[in-house]
């Protein structure tokens, strides 16, 4: 019955097709990973550590073995050693840092809330009774859990050298100059779906889970890796996936500690997370540390541009990211350097997080480039035309597409841009101070390879399989709509079917690939299938098929094709890019700091805009993404102790319905025409990157008070 929902697509309206999972979601009979029931099946608990740097002295498990319904309790001194996790030893060479955490392997402590211990029980309340009950002692070093404030402790993650294009450090000598730091604090991607996994041994040498992951297949093979298994014996299960941006990318030491659980109790073991789970377990975004240095022209042309960051990572695995990769290439600016090192301290392994390093640069860049503007006494959006990238400033690649230049005017028409004052703190609105503010981002425009198995049977129903998680973007939804252009049948006569690994061969869904990947694959196996047709029909085929006819002069239950989709030369020869522009409209009270998000319009330049609903849907959950990194977001540890402080939806902020007014996202729409077959780019990175300098922006505009540490709380506008 929940299959069928998922795949029977909602009828279009006006706006376009409704999501095809949407009736089976908001009916509750969408089964996300935690909800599946397996016989037998046991629960499984984490135990955390208390100390950030150290090594287990003692651990007392003698109780929680005990307490009733338990089946085991899991520590590095009794769990199976994960083959992949054991390295020969180098007596001559000593040990850089690992990689991944390898849970339950050895006494080391790296961080607070590093698992030390999993208990394993009939049910999910005795589970976390029984791990209330381990005790450990520790041999406690000093750890190191403050985060960068500049360059000096960091060390740089590639070569060691910095970029320069041009001039090193030019923007000294410009006519017109500013340096300032800005800080973006760590971020927890705090989707509404805890992660969660069901882990079963169907024998010695083949596993199969339900997971919540964005790859099916990529958690397939580093579980394989982990386990040495071969990667046919993994069996990887993602239907719905309740929000993940970014946090489901990889295998967490939680998926390997329920399998070794299962091994061990030979029974299916379910493992979810709690809310504090989510701080210490699947990553976030790093605290980074920036600084620019910008100048130009008095007439306002860009002359230098340099862009340094630290960003913190973990003790035993480097996690960089690109915070400086949009100044290299967001404006036509001939001399720019870019320094980014990495501090290792006692946290657990950042990742990437929706907008990743682009979303944490645009703020600094966009923030410094409307702190240029003030000193020039030019409008922030004519500072950026003056410097408009017409072909790649790193490469001098020529773009497939851009249409900045137009949504720039889109998005100032919307919000009525022309009421915005260039004096700060000039303009009230029932004793509320108004400010105006915008902010540009850029994220690449990315095609990989996909398989997509199409079969057409004999009722008329068409059947598309791929393996492609879909973490809430509309993925199906978008596929269904170009099979039924293609194949020129209704929608509702479409199903999909993904996040499995058996499937064709499909990337992880993240970096705002998938609807250009997976899509082009569909595009060419509907092509494909639509030939076929057409030469069964002979005589030169017809405009308008009938699939069933043919099938039944044919006497055929089906005709199937299975097509693999790959970018071709044109990814090589043009820079692609997507693009967005945001315009915020905020109320500052002048008493208490409140602000207010009056009016948000977005404008995206992804190409031809597949599913419009769907679309529309991906900006709006971005720019609200962009609203709670500018005004709340913000994960506190103690320094003390290395550990949160707010690990809870109570004390860190998200924002909420009250916080955020309707919202306007408005698309160029016009096709790219070389990065695939439906002239599409992504969006979901761009959505959110830039929105908080527009908010940033605003605030200043608002105010005259700048302020370049997130989140902007109102302690720092009184």
Known sequence: MEEALFKKAIPSSADGLGRIDGRAKVTGQAKYTAEYKLDNMVYAVLVGSTIAKGTVATIDTAKAIKAPGVLSVLTYLNAPKVPGHQKAKNPGKPEAKSGPLKVFNDNKIFFNGQPIAMVIADTFERAVYAASLVKATYNKEKHDTTPPKDLSRGAAPWDGKDFVRGTADAWKTAPVNLQEEYIQPTEVHNPMELHAIIARWDAPDKLTVWDKTQGVQATQGDIAKAFKLPVENVQVNSKYVGGAFGSALQVWPHEIAAALGAQVVKRPVKLVLTRMDMFTSVGYRPYTWQRIGIGATKDGKLIGITHEAAGQTSVYEDFAEGPINTSKGLYDCPNVTTRY????????????????????????LESALDELSYKLKMDPIEL???????????????????FLDEAYKMGADRIGWDARKQEPASVKENGWLVG?????????????????????????TLLLQTAVSDIGPGTGTAMVLIASKQLDIPTDKIRFENGDSSLPDAPMQGGSATTSTVGSAVHEACSIL????????????????DYVKILKDKNLPSVQVLTKSQPGPNNEKYSMQSWSVHFVKVLVHPTTGVTKIDKVVCVADSGTIVSPKTARSQIVGGAIGGIGMALMEEGVIDDRFGRYVNNNLADYHVPVNADIPQIEALFVNKPDPYINPMGSKGMGEIALIGMAAAVANAV???TGKRVRDLPITPDKLI
């Open 341 to 364: 090192k990495l501090v290792s301290l006692n946290v657990n392994t950042p990742t990437w997080m929706r907008g990743p390093g682009e979303a944490t640069g645009a703020f600094a």
């Open 384 to 402: 950026r035309m003056k410097n408009y990238a017409k072909t790649d400033p790193d490469n001098k690649k020529e773009y497939s597409s851009k």
């Open 436 to 460: 105006y503010g915008m902010g540009s981002g850029m994220f690449g425009a990315y095609r990989e390879k996909a398989v997509v198995r199409a079969t057409m049977n004999a009722d008329g």
């Open 530 to 545: 639509k030939e076929k047709f057409q030469q069964l029909m002979g005589n030169g085929g017809a405009d308008k098929l």
């Open 700 to 702: 200043y505009n608002a």
